[in-house]
């Protein structure tokens, strides 16, 4: 799979009020072609199912779908990851987590990608290795002891990650393990999907209730 590595940059004198604006976003490593089909595939179930207008078992399977079709969402489509002026911003299934830059301290790639501020460890499924790629070594050659960014696009990623990370360190005149970036750690924010939460749970509620009906 190909990914385009040019950077996707604003103005670096950002204002806080543009401070939620992306400076660079990382394409996933998987998941995007199987979400497609998947949303593709529930939408044609659905609309098999409520063709006949019956309240019957066209109706169960008519919320299996819609179902169905949230999951493959949440799991496979809104997973996200993007740099802005201040934070490496980690969408995953439900739960958004805002990571101040400067405080990270430690960037690793392997079936997820994991970032590391103070004394937590934070993780997004979008960037990872496949099993195939583990095995081969992560995309070293016979002659390199470590990989590259040429080799990888997950090392361009951890790479930029760390590029920022100093940049915005160096921006707030803070050190690595500094009370400082310590305090950066812990102002970590998270935000969470309540509309996905409330469809899931509100569907699944729909389905029970219409299985002990019929």
Same mark, same amino acid.
């Given at each position: 799979?190909?990914?385009?590595?040019?950077?996707?940059?604003?103005?670096?004198?950002?204002?806080?009020?543009?401070?939620? $604006?992306?400076?660079?976003?990382?394409?996933?490593?998987?998941?995007?072609?199987?979400?497609?089909?998947?949303?593709?595939?529930?939408?044609? !179930?659905?609309?098999?199912?409520?063709?006949?207008?019956?309240?019957?078992?066209?109706?169960?399977?008519?919320?299996?779908?819609?179902?169905?079709?949230?999951?493959?969402?949440?799991?496979?489509?809104?997973?996200?990851? =993007?740099?802005?002026?201040? +934070?490496?911003?980690?969408?995953?299934?439900? !739960?958004?987590?805002?990571?101040?830059?400067?405080?990270? +301290?430690?960037?690793?790639?392997?079936?997820?990608?994991?970032?590391?501020?103070?004394?937590?460890?934070?993780?997004?499924?979008?960037?990872?290795?496949?099993?195939?790629?583990?095995?081969?070594?992560?995309?070293?050659?016979? $002659?390199?002891?470590?990989?590259?960014?040429?080799?990888?696009?997950?090392?361009? !990623?951890?790479?930029?990650?760390?590029?920022?990370? $100093?940049?915005?360190?160096?921006?707030?005149?803070?050190?690595?393990?500094?009370?400082?970036?310590?305090?950066?750690? +812990?102002?970590?924010?998270?935000?969470?999907?309540?509309?996905?939460?409330?469809?899931?749970?509100?569907?699944?509620?729909?389905?029970?209730? =219409?299985?002990?009906?019929?």
């Amino acid at each position: 799979m190909s990914h385009n590595l040019k950077r996707e940059t604003v103005s670096p004198e950002v204002s806080p009020e543009m401070s939620t $604006d992306v400076v660079e976003r990382f394409p996933p490593t998987s998941g995007r072609v199987s979400g497609a089909i998947g949303l593709v595939t529930a939408a044609v !179930v659905l609309g098999l199912a409520i063709w006949p207008r019956d309240t019957g078992t066209p109706l169960g399977v008519a919320i299996v779908a819609c179902f169905g079709a949230l999951v493959t969402w949440v799991t496979l489509l809104r997973p996200a990851l =993007w740099v802005t002026a201040d +934070d490496l911003v980690l969408r995953n299934m439900l !739960v958004t987590t805002y990571v101040p830059l400067a405080a990270i +301290d430690r960037v690793i790639t392997a079936q997820v990608l994991a970032v590391t501020a103070g004394e937590h460890r934070y993780v997004s499924p979008v960037i990872g290795y496949t099993l195939r790629q583990t095995v081969t070594g992560k995309g070293r050659s016979a $002659d390199e002891k470590t990989p590259s960014a040429v080799n990888t696009y997950q090392v361009f !990623v951890e790479d930029q990650i760390h590029h920022h990370a $100093d940049s915005a360190r160096e921006r707030l005149r803070i050190t690595k393990g500094s009370p400082e970036q310590q305090a950066l750690a +812990d102002g970590v924010r998270r935000s969470h999907a309540w509309p996905e939460i409330a469809g899931l749970v509100g569907l699944a509620v729909a389905f029970v209730v =219409w299985f002990f009906v019929h």
